[in-house]
Structure formats: C-alpha cells, structure tokens
C-alpha cells in the first residue's frame, strides 16, 4: 500500500483521516511541530524552513492540512497574518523540500475551504468554476490554493478539497452550535437564513481517500453535502433530534460582532455551495442528507 505523510494529523481532521487511512492499509507519517514525538512523526519548522529529510523516504502522498485556526481567535491584523503565513508558508516550504530533495510523488492533496467564495449570503449556488471573492477569507484561500498548484510545476497530480464546516462527534463547529441547544438556550443567529454548506467528517476523510486512490481527481473540488440547509434550518433540526425546544429569539447580529468582531461574519453570512462535481467523480456520500446525519453524530 501507499504510503502517506500527513501535515495538521493532530487536528480533528487529521487524526479521523490518520485512523481511516491506517484501517485501510495504508502506511501513514505525520509532520509535528512539537519535539517530543512519537512513533511514525517527523519533526518539521516552519519558520525556519526545516522538515526531517526521514519524513520524506518512500513516500508517495502528501495530504497537507495544517494552518492556524480560523475561528480559534479575534481577527486582529497579527492574527490574520498568522493565519495566512501558516498556510501559504508551509505549504511553500512542502514545495521546496519536494523539489531539492528530487521525491516522486503520485499526489499533493491539499486543504482549503469554502470561504473562497466569500462571506456572503446569496441566492447563487456557487461552483468550482467561479470567482473567488473579495473579503479576507476568500484572499486567504486564493493564495493558499495558489501555493498548493505549484506541485503541478513538478507534474504531481494536484487535488484541492474546498472543506465546508465539518460536523463531528469529537468536537470543533457541531459541538459548538449544539450544545446551546442541548442546555435548552439555542437559537437562530442573526436573520437565520444565512446558509451553512456542511459535511460529516466521515465523508470528507473519504474523499481524501478518494482523491488518493482516483488517479481521475485533479484540481479543486469541493467538500460539502449534497443537502442545503439554512442556520435555522439546522438550528431547529438539531433541536428535533434532540427533543429540545426553540423557545429564544434569534441571537442579534450586533451582539456577535460585539463578541467576535470582525469574525462574526463566518457566523452571520453563507450561502449555498454545489457538490455536483465531486459527485461526477463517482463519489457516493455516506451522509447527504442533514437528519441521516444528526442522527449519526448524536444518536
């Protein structure tokens, strides 16, 4: 079986796909940045251009996810720039150790998001094709996905996966907006009819197992559920699923910008996000719909 170095594999992501990866046969090393490592991780530093030239033999895939937390911190202007020097910077240094070190990769499959498209809440559906947009997480993922295409220079097949919000058991965005609801204190936020373009982290770690084992994926595709829903939609479906009540009123957009400032609009703006292409591909979702998948994370 192929073997596969995993940067960010400590993150909720990473260990979901390391454990799926491993499942299936697959030989799997991860990038740490922390010193004390354990077996099969390799010590790299970003800010010092360094990577363990051991975490390079014999491997014949890189799926790269690591950067700084995008809602882990106010936005202030050294936060942002933390936040794109995380991705652009590890990902230019994946580059160059690549190419000095003359290794033959089969593929570079790399992490981006949806908010390439920008903040917005539209009536437009938006695809792989379209414009990215002009705020700042949509700046963040144009250069991040314009450092990961620069593997196409060395021929390595390129796969960027446009990651919607993941929905899992072990914690990040589903924990945060269920557990409101669990204690009975959910509500919409803001209008409500912003859209949320989700999926279950089990379908997107087995895309990236797909984007490894389908040598037909090239290029962005992205990571969502067929199944649009709006954050009331999602609010009151949780709440069904729980047998919890709605009885607040929305959350008020001010009171979210008062709290997160600038980072409010990840919470206040969406809009929808097609899953047609991946779909074309041959990939089947284990969870398309948003029920089937309540159901799996909290029942």
Request: net charge positive; charged share 25%.
């Given at each position: 079986m192929a073997k596969i170095l995993i940067t960010g594999g400590r993150g909720l992501i990473g260990e979901t796909i390391t454990?799926?990866?491993?499942?299936?046969g697959y030989s799997v090393s991860i990038l740490s940045r922390n010193k004390s490592l354990k077996p099969n991780e390799f010590y790299w530093n970003i800010s010092t251009n360094y990577i363990d030239k051991n975490a390079f033999k014999n491997i014949d895939f890189i799926i790269h996810l690591a950067g700084a937390g995008i809602a882990d911190k106010r936005w202030t202007s050294k936060r942002k720039e933390t936040i794109i020097n995380s991705?652009?910077?590890?990902?230019?240094?994946l580059f160059k150790k690549i190419k000095e070190y003359k290794i033959s990769l089969k593929g570079f499959i790399a992490a981006s998001a949806i908010g390439y498209y920008g903040a917005i809440t539209s009536k437009k559906i938006f695809i792989e094709n379209d414009e990215s947009g002009n705020d700042f997480l949509s700046e963040?993922?144009?250069?991040?996905?314009?450092?990961?295409?620069q593997f196409k220079e060395l021929k390595i097949r390129t796969v960027i996966l446009r990651t919607g919000v993941v929905f899992s058991k072990k914690g990040g965005a589903f924990e945060k907006i269920s557990k409101p609801i669990k204690l009975g204190i959910g509500s919409?936020?803001?209008?409500?009819?912003?859209?949320?373009?989700?999926?279950?982290?089990?379908?997107?770690c087995e895309m990236y197992i797909n984007a490894i084992e389908n040598v037909r994926l090239n290029g962005v595709y992205n990571a969502v559920a067929p199944n649009h829903c709006?954050?009331?939609?999602?609010?009151?479906?949780i709440a069904n699923t729980l047998n919890k009540p709605i009885w607040l009123p929305n959350i008020p957009s001010f009171l979210l910008k008062l709290i997160f400032g600038k980072m409010a609009i990840m919470l206040l703006e969406g809009s929808r996000v097609s899953s047609e292409k991946i779909k074309e591909t041959g990939f089947k979702f284990k969870f398309p719909k948003l029920g089937v998948a309540l159901n799996n994370l909290i029942n």
């Amino acid at each position: 079986m192929a073997k596969i170095l995993i940067t960010g594999g400590r993150g909720l992501i990473g260990e979901t796909i390391t454990e799926k990866l491993v499942a299936n046969g697959y030989s799997v090393s991860i990038l740490s940045r922390n010193k004390s490592l354990k077996p099969n991780e390799f010590y790299w530093n970003i800010s010092t251009n360094y990577i363990d030239k051991n975490a390079f033999k014999n491997i014949d895939f890189i799926i790269h996810l690591a950067g700084a937390g995008i809602a882990d911190k106010r936005w202030t202007s050294k936060r942002k720039e933390t936040i794109i020097n995380s991705r652009i910077n590890s990902t230019n240094l994946l580059f160059k150790k690549i190419k000095e070190y003359k290794i033959s990769l089969k593929g570079f499959i790399a992490a981006s998001a949806i908010g390439y498209y920008g903040a917005i809440t539209s009536k437009k559906i938006f695809i792989e094709n379209d414009e990215s947009g002009n705020d700042f997480l949509s700046e963040v993922c144009k250069h991040w996905e314009k450092a990961s295409f620069q593997f196409k220079e060395l021929k390595i097949r390129t796969v960027i996966l446009r990651t919607g919000v993941v929905f899992s058991k072990k914690g990040g965005a589903f924990e945060k907006i269920s557990k409101p609801i669990k204690l009975g204190i959910g509500s919409p936020i803001g209008k409500g009819n912003q859209y949320i373009p989700w999926i279950h982290i089990d379908d997107l770690c087995e895309m990236y197992i797909n984007a490894i084992e389908n040598v037909r994926l090239n290029g962005v595709y992205n990571a969502v559920a067929p199944n649009h829903c709006t954050n009331k939609q999602l609010t009151k479906e949780i709440a069904n699923t729980l047998n919890k009540p709605i009885w607040l009123p929305n959350i008020p957009s001010f009171l979210l910008k008062l709290i997160f400032g600038k980072m409010a609009i990840m919470l206040l703006e969406g809009s929808r996000v097609s899953s047609e292409k991946i779909k074309e591909t041959g990939f089947k979702f284990k969870f398309p719909k948003l029920g089937v998948a309540l159901n799996n994370l909290i029942n």
